[in-house]
């Protein structure tokens, strides 16, 4: 085996890899999050489908939105095996098991809560991204820049139904739990962690994962409450 | 029998200097043709066995742990002690080896004292090296504490885990040489017996504890590194199972224990609570620099506080009873700890004893606390304080601690010469389980430092000259010697396990060690003695009669490890009174009530006593047999010790 | 007080093993847990029963042999203590007390609550020391290390090897136990020459055990009988991925 395999399959190597992804992941939401403020632009939504065209036709981006991928499929696999591999360590579970002290429930429920987020990312791209890609999304005409596929369109369709709305909004809870946790988990996985700032990453975690999905989740009421097509 | 010391020749400084160059050495390419058994991985058989593997022998090392760490050496609290004068204050080697002379109340060796004096300040690099965390100062250099009423700093200390992590420091280098496979380590494997060919220690006996198999395991020489026999008290502060059968069965091949009497006992450690007891906890001797020892005044007051009517914090000052304070006025609450643990037992003895069980007597820090405040005891204590009020839920900060003495450590064990070789050729024994360095009591923090001193920088020098007489030629385990032993060692197993008596092992243990504290205890006679004696050896066979043992002998059967071990604190224990009642002085840990000073203070025969009692082994029911040592002082004066 | 022990009783390796119920009675609460097992087996050997085995020596929290899942956490409710430290006073009148071995694929049961702790000490084997032969080492004050080293050193060195943090995890990760004896060493410049192998070695065989991985839930350290922090997980993660890129192994 060679040193790099030997130094991504062993445990701290593959946590490195978890800790690394995921920091891509919280980086990419801060690109998101801010991109999709556009949703509250009250233009009927032509400055976002203008980012949207512009964020689907540039090469760096779309370098960018496969790494993105990428790691959001190395960080499912990779924690899919962490989580195997922990289950085999404890063949017989205990009878009675009582949570420590000042462990969060975040942290002990990290793989149920990436099983979650994970599966509102695949909805959530099968209705945007998929559809953006493959589907059928009608096109705009803002004069400048010729007929561009009209996003906000789809958006707005969407969250016109109640249940999906309230969905996303329980979605983003679950979000911020796991990014609770993982946020500062990748950093005391990078061994990022030292007296003097531990705890500003603690506090930017908590603030980081509370905020983010926040946001994230006032964009769907946004517009069920006040740009509600029925 | 004649007992050779094999002392060097020449004046004391030289003595082990000459006889490193005179030992024999055996050859570097010839080293790996020896197998050598070390039975234990305290700081003695780990740094003894990794010294000897990087040396290049074969070595073999035994522990009835699940891991070589778990000894019992990783207890210790205080320190260290080593001659390396870094304060300044006047140490020297042959300042340590003075105080440790006469703190031995003049009845150990000059010369192995002197040496471990001399090595000790190796043990510290060496230690240092190994990367063990001594405290240190602010400029980076190793710190240094007095302990244990020395008048100079030289106590090298890790908090109060100095054991734990010398022990680790030796752990890691044993475990180095497992990983070479130099040193094949057998864990969860007691030592049951001693083969010996001709004469010469030849091998071990030993039970897996796991599967119980009996396994025969042959070597060129066999060390015995496997500590004290405290627990023969049933109660002490050595860990529950800290035993003396390897040595035991050694004596009972012809090794010949030395001085059993010499007991210390350790005057602060907390107090039994009840008859459940298991183990005694022990409490820094450094809480007397500001605690005060006290009992009440009168009876009544001590029989209402240990019914609970009266609080101590109620009694006032002119009805407590500064005990050591008002018969030691120089050294006060500091007197030595066979002094300090005497006292106590009088004024229980009187009746003023206070807690639940009236075998306590009151540390004070109210004084301190007033004097110092409360933070800076904290920051002297705070550690200490917090386990006490683990253990007994009083707060020491508003009430008195409650403390009694308890047993700590045994200055007695086989004889050994100045290689450290018993009077069988090949066997030796290090560390506590000899009786070589510390006379008849032990300086605070002077265990560590012999312990380290034998494994480190003396067998490796020492076992050469006898390996190198040997022929190259493998042990065979296969030998009758081996037949006969592992048959020994067999019908012994069987035997107790088919008694199916009615008492429990430790229902044994504990009855032997209420007599043991009794009549062979802080303060003995020979009346008691002689009572004791008797007892023991009713007891002894109720125990072949009546035992319980239960569970079967081929799987972990700890009921039966303790029966193999409690077997034979019921032998040894009768040795021990044996030589307390022969030996009619008092010293050291050893005080007889016929003779005391007018004071009441330990009263030494030195015309008659200055030997080594070293007994030979006749028969489980027969009288030992008593071999003298006779104990020769050309450096120092043989002075009274007087602490008033 | 009156308990109710709800003990794990397991005859050997290879046994499916259970729970057995036992009624304790008059319980005082001054004595220590294993002084209230010692009563139980004192009962069982009397009745003819077989003791619950389990591990146990110095009963002064020193040791690390100790090692029982109590009321669902190891070493019991108390933080900071080891379970010969535990005393029935934190317990009521009533109680029903769960009493189970350490789980861990890595710590096979042995019987009852006695399981195999042989994977710490070879991964000590593998690289846990710092390679220096006895004799011919410089003076000790020669090196001087600051005291700030010194007792953060000491600190990662107090690990008892009791399991603890292994027993705690929901991972089963020997992380802690690991970094522990890593960041000792790696602190202390007298460690500092063989750092690199040594902690790429530790790790390899502390995964080749079976270990879990860890996932930064920090249960171990609050679990831990001697409270030894995060700070040296982070510091051996640094530790080893710095090694895997610069060490001299291919």
Known sequence: M??????????????????????????????????????????????????TAFMTGNLGIMIVRYLLYAAIIAHVLITLMLAYHNRKARPVPYKAAKPSPHVTWSA??????????????????????????????PTINYQEGGDIKNLYAVVRDSFSSLPYTLFYVVMMVFLAFHLYHGFQSAFQTLGWRHKKYWPIIRNVSLWFSIIVPFVFALMPLYIYFFRNIN | MNLNSR????????????????????????????????????????????????????????????SPRRAHSIAAQGGINAAKNYQNDGDSVYRLFYDTVKGGDYRSREANVYRLAQVSVNII??????????????????????????QVSRTFYAKGQTGQQLLLGAYSALSRQVATGKVKLYTRTEMLDLVLVDGQARGIITRNLITGKIERHAGHAVLLCTGGYGNVFYLSTNAMASNATAAWR????????????????????????????????????????????????????????????????????????????????SFGNLVPRDVASRNAKYVCDEGRGVGGTGLAVYLDFADAIRRDGRNTIEARYGNLF??????????????????????????????????LMTNIPGLYALGEANFSDHGANRLGASALMQGLADGYFVIPYTLGDYIASLPFQKVDASHPAFDEAEKGVKDTINKLMSIKGKRTVDDFHRELGNIMWEYCGMARNAEGLQKAIGLIQQLRA????????????????????????VADFLELGELMCRDALHREESCGGHFRDEYQTPEGEALRNDEEFTYVAAWQYTGANAEPQLHKEPLQFDNVKLTQRSYK | MNLTLNVWRQKGPHDKGGFVKYEMTDINHHMSFLEMMDVLNEQLVKKGEEPVHFDHDCREGICGSCAMHIDGRPHGPMQGTATCQLHMRVFKDGDTITVEPWRAKAFPV?????????????????????????????????????????????????????????????????????????????????????????????????????????TNTQACSVECPKEISQDFIAMMNREYITAKFTSDNV
């Open chain 1, 2 to 51: 060679s040193w790099l395999t030997q130094t991504f399959t062993s445990s701290i190597g593959r946590k490195f890899l978890t800790a690394l992804t995921g920091l891509f992941l919280i980086f990419f939401l801060v690109g998101h999050v801010t991109g999709n403020l556009l949703l509250f632009k009250p233009d009927e939504g032509r400055a976002f489908n203008e980012y």
């Open chain 1, 108 to 137: 002990r429920n990290m793989g149920i809560l990436g099983t979650l987020v994970l599966v509102f990312i695949v909805i959530h791209m099968s209705n945007f991204w998929y559809s953006l890609k493959w589907g059928m999304v």
């Open chain 2, 7 to 66: 002392i060097p020749e020449g004046p004391l400084a030289e003595k082990w200097e000459k006889h490193k160059f005179n030992v024999k050495l055996v050859n570097p390419a010839n080293k790996r043709k020896f197998d050598i058994i070390v039975v234990g991985t305290g700081l003695a058989g780990a740094s003894a066995a990794a010294s000897l593997a990087e040396l290049g022998y074969n070595v073999k090392v035994f522990t009835f742990h699940d």
């Open chain 2, 125 to 150: 690099d060496q230690c240092v090296a190994q990367g063990v965390p001594f405290a240190r100062e602010y400029g980076g250099l190793l710190d240094n504490r007095s302990f244990g009423g020395a």
């Open chain 2, 250 to 329: 050694a004596h009972r091949k012809g090794a010949l224990f030395a001085n059993p009497c010499f007991t210390q006992i350790h005057p602060t450690c907390i107090p039994v609570s009840g008859t459940y007891q298991s183990k005694l906890t022990l409490m820094s001797e450094s809480l007397r620099n500001d605690g005060r020892v006290w009992v009440p005044k009168s009876l009544e007051d001590a029989a209402r506080i240990r019914k609970g009517e009266i609080k101590p914090t109620d009694l006032p000052e002119e009805a407590r009873d500064y005990y050591l304070e008002r018969r030691y006025p």
């Open chain 2, 386 to 419: 917090e386990m006490y009020e683990k253990i007994t839920g009083d707060d020491p900060y508003t009430t008195p601690m409650m403390i009694y003495p308890a047993v700590h450590y045994t200055m007695g064990g086989l004889w050994v010469d100045y290689n």
């Open chain 2, 542 to 565: 109720d125990f072949w009669k009546d035992v319980n043992v239960g569970g079967n002998v081929d799987e972990l059967n700890m009921s039966l490890e303790k029966a193999n071990r």
């Open chain 3, 110 to 214: 042995i019987k009852d609550l006695v399981v195999d702790r042989s994977a710490f000490d070879r991964i000590i084997q593998a690289g846990g020391y710092v390679s220096v032969n006895t004799g011919g080492v410089p003076d000790a004050n020669e090196i001087p290390v600051p005291k700030k080293i010194a007792d953060e050193a000491f600190n990662a060195a107090t690990c008892i090897s009791c399991g603890a943090c292994v027993a705690a995890c929901k991972n089963a990760s020997a992380m802690l136990f690991v970094a522990a004896k890593v960041s000792q060493l790696a602190l202390l410049p007298q460690g500092k020459v063989e750092r690199k192998n040594r902690v790429e070695k530790m790790v390899a065989q502390m995964d080749a055990e079976g270990f879990g991985n860890c």
